[in-house]
């Protein structure tokens, strides 16, 4: 009985656990449990078999217990399903050779505390990509890499920071047009280059590190989901083909990254593939999806894979693309809704209210 009571109590929880997250509310407290998705999921499926296996379904009260949780964890494997195998490539693969059109990314949060430095170096010399972007990334990392990445990567854009939100974008292919920009704050930047491939065609890469919901950062998600919306937008209106990455702090199948998506147009290397779970690194239960890189319909899929351990608290990511702006339209996504489009507009506007009364605030104490 006690292990009964115990189930039913949980089943509670795991309802309430479901729901909180499809509240259109940005506090962090709330927007926590878009993270923990996939254990509650497993978690739901565990308190569904004991509850069959140990008991008989008799009571209605029963019925009503087993028919609420099973309902939650459809609802859970619904929003997981698009990263598993069971669903389609939304990059499908390249069936084209290998060329002057093909573009290899790194991407790693080194933990700005983190002294691995070797680690890391040594990673990047294995994979050997044509552009790596390192976030969490301050003045001493900056001046431990600089000799292995100055000599293999002749172009770059630096912006080390002790606040933990610095980036150093390093790459082999030439750099254009390239601006630090803050979108949101004026302490976290994120890096707006053109990269010229080796056939002469240029795309857009944005490379992004929002800050996240959390009470020591943020009390809502408000500039995270503002700062993604913003980039959204400028993917949506380029003229040239976009590559967004970086450490979005927030996971794929979050209402703020699938509106990311709908609104830029771009598509998610991970769907039909796997999770590719970059944080935490040091928690093999808590693990799941921060590590991003959304592509423009004009790159097909060659390879992607999760880095191994570097001292971080998250995995590095890598990808290999193809540019195959011909077969684009085969993986061309709907077009953004209206009402997609007016959430994406309200968000920016609620972070632009949100600093604007932070600045008043800080003139006032002043």
Not at 148 to 164: E, F, G, L, Q
Not at 250 to 267: I, N, P
Not at 269 to 276: A, P
Not at 303 to 311: Q, V, Y
Request: proline residues 6%; neutral net charge.
């Amino acid at each position: 009985m006690k292990l009964k009571i115990f189930l039913q109590v949980f089943g509670a929880i795991a309802v309430l656990l479901t729901i909180i997250p499809i509240l259109a509310v940005d506090y962090w407290w709330i927007r926590m449990f878009d993270f923990t998705h996939l254990q509650l999921t497993t978690l739901t499926l565990i308190a569904l078999l004991a509850y069959f296996i140990r008991f008989d379904i008799k009571s209605r009260s029963d019925y009503a217990f087993v028919i609420v949780l099973l309902a939650c964890f459809i609802y859970q494997g619904y929003k997981i399903q698009p990263y598993t195998p069971l669903a389609s490539y939304e990059v499908m693969n390249s069936e084209k050779p290998i060329g002057d059109t093909t573009l290899k990314v790194y991407a790693a949060n080194v933990l700005q505390k983190n002294s691995e430095y070797s680690s890391l170096v040594r990673e990047i010399q294995n994979y050997d990509a044509d552009v790596v972007l390192l976030t969490e990334t301050n003045s001493e990392w900056l001046k431990q890499i600089s000799s292995t990445m100055n000599s293999k990567y002749p172009h770059a854009v630096k912006v080390p920071k002790d606040n933990t939100y610095g980036m150093l974008l390093y790459s082999k292919l030439p750099l254009v047009n390239a601006k630090v920009r803050q979108l949101v704050h004026d302490s976290i930047p994120s890096i707006h280059t053109g990269v010229i491939l080796p056939s002469k065609d240029t795309l857009q890469l944005y490379c992004i590190h929002p800050t996240p919901p959390m009470p020591q950062e943020n009390p809502t998600s408000t500039a995270r989901d503002a700062e993604m919306m913003i980039i959204a937008k400028l993917s949506r209106s380029s003229k040239l083909p976009v590559i967004v990455l970086g450490d979005f702090n927030d996971v794929a199948w979050s209402r703020t990254t699938e509106l990311f998506e709908k609104v830029s147009g771009l598509l998610d290397i991970r769907k039909g593939r796997g999770l590719y779970n970059t944080y935490n690194a040091k928690n093999p239960i808590m693990r799941w999806p921060l590590d991003h890189i959304f592509v423009a319909p004009d790159f097909r899929y060659l390879k992607m894979e999760r880095g191994e351990k570097i001292g971080s608290d998250h995995f590095p990511v890598y990808v290999e693309l193809h540019y195959e702006p011909s077969g684009a339209k085969a993986q061309m996504p709907p077009e953004a809704s209206p009402e997609a489009l007016d959430m994406a507009n309200r968000m920016i506007r609620e972070a632009e209210l949100e600093e604007r009364i932070k600045q008043q605030e800080l003139r006032l104490e002043l």
